[in-house]
């Protein structure tokens, strides 16, 4: 076993998939010899040759309208989109093509899309944005994100291997989260999460960067003699409402937790599923702990406007509070 | 108080606001010369000129880019997108441009702009134009997000939307151009952050929007002849979402249906209901139940795509079941 940040996990993970694969490529703005803006790429052009591993314009829609066509030709392409406030003009192509195409033609798509997510490192706009509930809404795509190292590692090899299109959400704010694992580390299959803490006053629902800021949340009300139970959605559709709901069913209240802003953002849906399908034992309405529904502000106020573990806390002394 | 179809009120609407106001101006594929595709722009070209209607290239990302520019120049550009798929070309422009540009200046700048578009499908067009994408929309800050079902609330809403300082996402829908409703002549403003009860009732809440008005309305007639009595709020305002008149129902009736033609999942209706159990977790009878279309990619098969979205029969069986009667 030795320390591995997750930056290093999803390297490994991709020179995994380049070496057993000969079709699989990676392509994006500066992934080749710069080996990425956040070194994700890194060496593996050196390793695989530009054929396999290059650097390609900044326009996002022809990186994703490539990605249809190589896949419709037996390629596995893993583009990288560099910034999440990036993906927008390569909307068109991931609503209207690559997420609608098996069900129009009939053709499997093996593209795995990685985009880098979230704030929390001081970026400039258009940096730091999470868009993740665009693309769960869509029908035809699946969409996760990892928190851990190892699970970074194992997604993106579920990810590549499979042969529907996946969204895969980096959260970047983590990519230097430190994990003792082997590499390579166990296959994580997509649409299933994971209890990351047990716990049985309150269930805290997170995915990708706000999971490190749940656990956090539970260590300190751990001291205040109360017990969160963490639970790390891994994969945003499909959804494990499973998990969720064992979950809810022993603690009766929960607290959903994202940076996108909280107006319909992914925490509605896991609300309005827990209250739904666990109605009867729900002793507390569900809270979102989210961004705040403005613009991701500069980077001297994202502190005020990410959701931490006090925020967190105040949820859950709510919800504990209620009735 | 005229009887005017929805292709006509918002018709009024902008000749009523481009009379008004020089400043105003549409711009879109085929608004011009061919009166738009469905319609809606009939004869405006001919009444303004060539400098007011504009017919651009088929490229969304520069109709919005050029519109956002204008907006910022101290112009009120109305721009149209044929349908809401194709706004996904210029889905950069309306979220990281048009939806943020006044906070990223200070407030030193600010978007005049209303985007519209018809969303909605059921004519057998196929998976690239017969989709509803105002969650998206819904879920940005820096946009005001509107809906209108009736062609009273389309015109009212569209001239308030042009009056106001700031982008606008005006959602219409293919599907309710031809019907009729009773439109005020002149002035006549609707507010954009404000729902509305469109039938009183109070054993369910049903709560719609756009062409889903209709389905619900039609579930209502015969719910009251099984004898449950729907009430139907209109969620036209979605972004803000005024949730007032929809939680003031919900402490009524104790059930609600959350009813919509786009996907259920991460759809308005999760925001709806999760904003029904925030505010009114204590007087719900049974959970909020959700409709939406099936979650695939609209089929252009007639038997599949009717089943795709939702109908009266899905929401009469959802009421029954609410209230334990099936």
Not at chain 1, 150 to 165: F, H, K, R, T, V
């Amino acid at each position: 076993m030795s320390s591995v940040t997750m930056a290093k996990a999803i390297n490994t993970s991709l020179r995994d998939a380049l070496r057993k694969n000969p079709k699989t490529l990676i392509f994006g703005e500066d992934v080749g010899p710069l080996g990425g803006v956040f070194r994700i790429t890194d060496g593996l052009q050196k390793e695989f040759g530009e054929d396999r591993v290059f650097d390609t314009p900044l326009a996002e829609s022809a990186i994703i309208g490539i990605s249809v066509g190589l896949a419709l030709k037996g390629f596995r392409p893993v583009p990288e989109i560099q910034f999440d406030g990036f993906i927008y003009p390569a909307f068109d192509q991931i609503v209207s093509h690559v997420a609608k195409y098996r069900n129009r033609s009939g053709v499997p798509l093996p593209i795995t899309i990685r985009v880098p997510f979230g704030g929390n490192i001081g970026a400039v706009e258009h940096h730091s944005e999470s868009p993740e509930a665009y693309f769960a809404h869509t029908a035809g795509l699946k969409v996760v994100t990892p928190a851990t190292p190892g699970d970074a590692y194992g997604l993106l090899q579920s990810a590549i291997e499979d042969d529907d299109p996946v969204v895969f959400f980096e959260p970047k704010s983590r990519y230097y989260l430190k994990e003792e694992i082997d590499l390579p580390s166990a296959a994580v299959p997509i649409g299933k999460a994971k209890i990351s803490r047990e716990g049985s006053q309150v269930s805290v629902i997170a995915y990708g960067p706000t999971v490190e800021t749940a656990l956090q949340a539970a260590r300190s009300a751990e001291q205040e003699g109360i017990s969160l139970e963490v639970i790390d959605l891994r994969s945003l559709s499909p959804l494990d409402t499973e998990t969720v709901l064992a979950s809810v069913r022993k603690t009766h209240r929960a607290v959903v937790v994202h940076e996108a802003p909280v107006f319909g953002g992914f925490g509605a849906e896991i609300a309005a599923r827990i209250s739904h399908d666990a109605f009867d034992v729900l002793e507390a309405p569900v809270a979102r702990v989210a961004g705040l529904n403005i613009p991701y502000p500069p980077a001297r106020f994202e502190k005020l406007y990410l959701p931490d573990a006090d925020r967190i806390l105040q949820a859950v002394d709510a919800a504990l509070a209620y009735g | 108080m005229a009887v005017l179809t929805m292709r006509d009120a918002l018709n009024q609407a902008l000749r009523e606001e481009m009379n008004r106001d020089e400043t105003v101006f549409l711009l879109g594929e085929d608004i011009g010369l061919y009166d738009g595709s469905f319609k809606v722009t009939r004869g405006l070209m001919k009444e303004f000129g060539e400098k007011r209607v504009l017919d651009t290239p088929i490229a969304e990302e520069v109709i919005i880019g050029t519109a956002i520019g204008a907006a910022m120049s101290g112009l009120r550009p109305v721009a149209e997108m044929m349908t809401v798929n194709f706004i996904l070309v210029a889905m950069d422009q309306v979220v990281n441009a048009a939806a943020h540009i006044r906070y990223m200046f200070g407030g030193g700048s600010k978007v005049p702009l209303v985007i519209r578009t018809p969303g909605g499908g059921g004519h057998q067009l196929g998976a690239q134009h017969s989709h509803s994408h105002e969650n998206w929309f819904a879920h940005v800050p820096g946009l005001k997000v509107v809906a209108p079902g009736t062609p009273g609330d389309a015109k009212g809403m569209l001239k308030s939307a042009i009056r106001d300082d700031n982008p606008v996402m005006f959602i219409e829908n293919e599907g309710t151009y031809a019907i009729k409703g009773e439109v005020p002549d002149g002035e006549h403003l609707v507010p954009l952050d404000k729902n509305d009860v469109k039938r009183q009732g109070d054993d369910v809440t049903i709560c719609a929007h756009s062409r889903m008005l209709i389905v619900a309305t039609e579930a209502a007639k015969e719910l009251e002849q099984q004898g449950i009595s729907a009430e139907i709020v209109d969620l036209r305002a979605l972004r803000p979402l005024d949730m007032a008149p929809v939680i003031e129902s919900v402490k009524k009736t104790g059930h609600a249906i959350t009813l919509e033609e786009g996907w259920r999942s991460y759809g308005v209706g999760a925001e709806v209901a999760s904003r029904i159990y925030e505010e009114a977790f204590d007087y719900l009878d049974a959970p909020v139940a959700r409709i939406g279309a099936a979650e695939v990619p609209t089929p252009y098969n007639k038997r599949l795509e009717r089943i795709a979205f939702p109908g009266k029969a899905d929401v009469v069986v959802t009421a029954r079941a609410l209230l334990g009667k099936n």
